[in-house]
DNA sequence: GAATATAATGGCTTTTGTCCACTAAAGGAG
DNA sequence: CTCCTTTAGTGGACAAAAGCCATTATATTC
């Protein structure tokens, strides 16, 4: 087990973090949507069931039905009534809601670089491997 | 320039770490304050003033006079005006404030210890390794 | 087939955060 | 020094985000 001194690195960093994840979160994207429903928007993937979006991103099921129903009305994503379990809807996006996805992307990765830019590429690289490593520890990679 | 494949990482470990936040920092410590306010308490060091903490953690000040009322009303911090400039205020934590700080700090280092307990010593370590390479890249260590 | 469990949703409330206006005190510029 | 502008802190009003509970409709289990 890591010692007090390296566990209060970590906890250092997941306060900084908590500060650069706020800031990045704020500056919503392209202000059409707020931020959880941007997240919400992002979880979705053909099929997706407002449960496992809820699950997935520690939502409570209430709010995100509201979400859902608010990205339904903007036209980004459709509920269709699952065949197998009449309670259940699928939801995929709409081709609207893929523009603005791409949209979402693209502005996230300029922020990334953003944050990275004024490094020099070693550091860049260094940085880069680092987060790979806690992906592939902490969350076993893939499983987006 | 890291390449896209790379900024998709850093913006896969940022959705990833957001749930991991979110999840740490709900199971609010000793309940006795809400994360806003004890993120606040634990920024809080000697002479610190209110605009310091709102800059430091980006929060509206009306926020976060909020916050300090509260928490001086709990008797965890107490202000006195400042000698030099009378419109500002130095912060500093009581006998109780310090108590309740060491139980925060404490229990955060068991959550972080149950967040990384069933990992092999060696993928802790690497683990570890990661986190302070990122604080020493993005947050340039010390200045806690 | 009755009892139980689950998905989605709406109403209501609480928590979190923003905006604006106001007071009091500093900090210039002349 | 006096006027003008700026800054620190605060409260009121409000908006956004999130949670709790009850309800409906459908599945599941016994």
Redesign the pocket.
């Known amino acids: 087990m890591l010692n007090k001194q390296e566990i209060e690195i970590i906890r250092q960093f997941n306060r900084k973090y908590t500060n650069t994840l706020?800031l990045l979160n704020?500056r919503v994207f392209n202000t059409e949507l707020?931020?959880?429903?941007a997240r919400v928007l992002m979880s979705i993937t053909n099929g997706s069931?407002?449960?496992?979006i809820?699950d997935k991103l520690?939502?409570?099921?209430?709010?995100?039905?509201?979400i859902?129903?608010k990205l339904t009305k903007l036209n980004f994503i459709k509920?269709d009534v699952?065949v197998?379990?009449?309670?259940?809807?699928k939801l995929s996006l709409t081709d609207s809601g893929i523009d603005l996805l791409d949209k979402i992307n693209s502005d996230s990765d300029i922020q990334i670089k953003n944050l990275i830019e004024d490094l020099s590429s070693p550091q860049q690289q260094e940085l880069y491997q680092a987060f790979e490593t806690i992906n592939n520890i902490l969350f076993e990679i893939d499983g987006e």
């Open positions: 706020g704020k707020s931020f959880p429903e069931t407002p449960m496992e809820a520690h939502l409570d099921a209430s709010y995100t039905s509201r859902i129903k509920k699952s197998k379990d009449a309670r259940s809807k």
